[in-house]
């Protein structure tokens, strides 16, 4: 059973996986400008449908996307919070190791004034 | 032959796969505390090493960490630009999709605005 704690890993898996290849990244560039039916998505792709119905599958399996049926025509458009749930997880991760690098460089620099002032007292 | 233009969407593809993983994951925000020596690494992961290191040699094949080794021991540092290259991918992503809703949103504000001129006019 899989537990609760597992379900934010679960949906970044699906999201960083559905961002790994350029063709699903095109489609998020192009969604983001507005709505679009998967035959005009799949147009620049130079891709058959049923290879390109995979990866708008795999878009909205990762929640960053959602379709609409309408007749024939089934249509796309971007969910933001699947791209804003990475963001923040890299956000998040940059403001960890940026903290760290600031006291590296505070650390070093005391080193180097308590170094500095030693050997003026040497010198002295 | 790759051409150069392929180069930075290979960049994402890599950068992107490697992010698509808990263990990695993990890896990436331990070291954003500063370098850690594989065996350090491995030993939360409740993994054996040989499976242990495919994850640090994709994670070293993404650009976002670096491994030197000094006697027995390889140590993993985190490289910044990995990290920010996907996050410049996503936050570029989102401002296309602002800009194109607050454009929408601007439109449909007035839409409405001249369907209430019209109504009062039809009322006066």
Redesign the interface.
């Known amino acids: 059973m899989p537990s609760v704690a597992e379900r934010p ?1 679960e949906g ?3 999201i ?2 559905a ?4 063709t699903r ?1 095109a489609v ?2 192009r ?4 709505p679009a039916s998967v035959s005009e998505l799949a147009g620049p792709s130079g891709m058959g449908l049923p290879s390109f119905i995979k990866h708008i599958r795999l878009l909205e399996n990762s929640g960053m996307i959602r379709t609409t049926k309408s007749g024939r025509t089934r249509t796309c458009t ?1 969910n ?1 919070q699947g ?2 749930h ?2 923040h ?3 998040e ?2 403001a ?2 940026e903290r ?2 600031d006291r ?1 460089e505070a650390f070093e620099m005391q080193e180097q004034a308590e170094g500095t002032a030693r050997n003026a007292e040497r010198d002295d």
């Not at 969604?31 to 507005?34: D, H, R, T, V």
């Open positions: 890993s970044l898996n699906r960083f996986l961002l790994a290849d350029p990244r998020i560039a969604l983001g400008q507005g971007i933001g791209l804003s990475a963001e997880w890299l956000a991760q940059r960890i190791w760290h690098s590296l």
